[in-house]
């Protein structure tokens, strides 16, 4: 059975830095995406996110395009989101999820995915 689980939340000060962690344990990455997705009180899940393993593509929501990178560590089943310049609406559980869709091009939208981590809290604020 395919797990994933995150690490790396935390509290940080507005214009901080996090890098969420993501292990997946199960089957190499190979022709699958990573994901992160979000969910703050009170809203929906939304997705941050992703990344096309295989072709390296990513794609991100405009709300943290050029503050937050995603990458993978192939040889290790690692998912990685560094997130920099965080602001106070930043602050959520966040998800990273694995697709087993072969994208060229991922899409950051929770039903094409079909593992999930735990989430990890991440709070930004003073």
């Known amino acids: 059975q395919l797990q994933l689980v995150e690490s790396g939340g935390g509290l940080v000060q507005p214009g901080g830095s996090l890098r969420l962690s993501c292990a997946v344990s199960?089957?190499?990455?190979?022709?699958?995406?990573i994901g992160w997705f979000r969910q703050a009180p009170g809203k929906e899940r939304e997705g941050v996110a992703c990344i096309a393993v295989h072709f390296g593509t990513t794609n991100y929501a405009d709300s943290v395009n050029g503050r937050f990178t995603i990458s993978t560590d192939n040889g290790n089943n690692m998912g990685y989101l560094q997130m920099n310049s965080l602001k106070p609406e930043d602050t959520a559980i966040y998800y990273c999820a694995e697709s087993m869709t072969p994208f060229r091009r991922c899409e950051i939208v929770s039903g094409r995915y079909n593992y999930w981590g735990q989430g990890s809290q991440v709070t930004v604020s003073v």
């Open positions: 199960g089957p190499a990455l190979g022709y699958s995406a």
